[in-house]
């Protein structure tokens, strides 16, 4: 069975600019959970797809969005993007949502802002 | 403010020591995940600890939950270079499945 991907791998942008960053899950998983990893401030949970609908959401501000396909795929999206955006952002499925589901997480996309 | 404490944040060991990392946090948790991340990769679960006190075993490695359920620890025996990595301590404190991570311990094994 295929793990979770991300596309794409690594972004270079500048600031200002926006970008969408997408996730496949693994198959016959519906939750979809999107995390950012930056050196001082550790992994931080963004938000939670379930079926199409945000569950969760994390301490971020309204330029960080995402969304959930009928295929469970996922993308988020970041605008006006800043350089404190620049950041490993992890996506991980899980077979349904809510706690005790184990997660498995992508590769993730490394995204630099200049 | 960080929900939950990891301890210590940097570890260098030759290989073959024994070493032991922790996880701390005033509030009371369900349940704990431990991950171990490894570079250009996301990370990876190593083990869920669920009931107070309770002791998991994965080979070299040993994770106790605290009888509070407030605290973890890892323990890995005789460490190799394939333990090298970023070790993770997660939970769930509001039960909705949104995690909360550890600013994680970074382990390197000297060979």
């Known amino acids: 069975k295929a793990g979770v991907t991300q596309t794409p791998r690594y972004l270079i942008k500048t600031r200002g600019q926006q970008v969408t960053l997408s996730c496949s899950p693994i198959s016959g998983h519906r939750s979809v959970s999107w995390y950012q990893q930056t050196p001082g401030q550790g992994l931080q949970f963004l938000f939670e797809?379930?079926?199409?609908?945000?569950?969760n959401k994390g301490n971020f501000p309204g330029r960080f969005s995402g969304r959930q396909f009928s295929n469970s795929r996922s993308e988020m999206n970041v605008s006006t993007l800043e350089l404190g955006d620049s950041a490993l952002y992890l996506c991980?499925?899980?077979?349904?949502?809510?706690?005790?589901?184990?997660?498995?997480f992508g590769p993730g996309t490394r995204l630099t802002v200049l | 403010t960080q929900l939950l404490e990891q301890s210590p944040q940097f570890l260098s060991i030759q290989e073959g020591e024994n070493l032991t990392v922790y996880c701390n946090s005033s509030s009371v948790f369900s349940s704990l995940q431990w991950y171990r991340q490894e570079p250009g990769e996301g990370p990876v679960l190593l083990v869920t600890?669920?009931?107070?006190?309770e002791v998991k075993k994965l080979k070299r490695l040993t994770f106790q939950f605290g009888d509070a359920r407030k605290d973890s620890s890892l323990h890995i025996t005789a460490a190799q270079p394939g333990d090298t990595g970023l070790y993770l301590c997660a939970g769930d404190p509001s039960n909705t499945g949104k995690l909360i991570f550890g600013q994680g311990t970074t382990l390197q094994v000297k060979p």
């Open positions: 600890v669920v009931t107070g006190g």
């Open positions: 797809y379930f079926s199409e609908t945000q569950r």
């Open positions: 991980a499925s899980s077979l349904t949502a809510g706690p005790y589901n184990e997660q498995f």
